[in-house]
């Protein structure tokens, strides 16, 4: 399995960016898909994720602001982030668990000026 993410870049507080994470090798659409962050010297944490089904979970900092789709027929994931913040800044991974294991795409960078 492999996931490729994209969609990061600078972008200025208040404003919008949207990720993607194409999975390729599984059956999409039975999985899990989650996006995960990290800034250097933290634990990477939780953002959202999407059950096959559609069902959603967020962060409490994300909901509101956050929202996690799925496109099955395209094995895609995206990521919508509304009223960014400089505590936002990060990057951005996207993960799925196949077979019990888990796997993670390469991540994409994103920053929010002040």
């Known amino acids: 399995v492999q996931l490729q993410a994209s969609g990061g870049g600078l972008v200025q507080a208040g404003g919008s960016l949207r990720l993607s994470c194409v999975v390729f090798?599984?059956?999409?659409?039975?999985?899990?898909v989650g996006w995960y962050r990290q800034v250097p010297g933290k634990q990477r944490e939780l953002v959202a994720t999407?059950?096959?089904?559609?069902?959603?979970n967020y962060a409490d900092s994300m909901k509101g602001r956050f929202t996690i789709s799925r496109d099955n027929a395209k094995n895609t994931v995206y990521l919508q982030m509304n009223n960014l913040k400089p505590e936002d800044t990060s990057v951005y991974y996207c993960?799925?668990?196949?077979?019990?294991?888990?796997?993670w795409g390469r991540g994409t960078q994103v920053t929010v000026s002040s």
């Open positions: 999407i059950s096959s089904g559609g069902t959603t």
């Open positions: 090798g599984s059956t999409f659409g039975a999985n899990v």
């Open positions: 993960r799925t668990v196949v077979a019990g294991l888990p796997s």
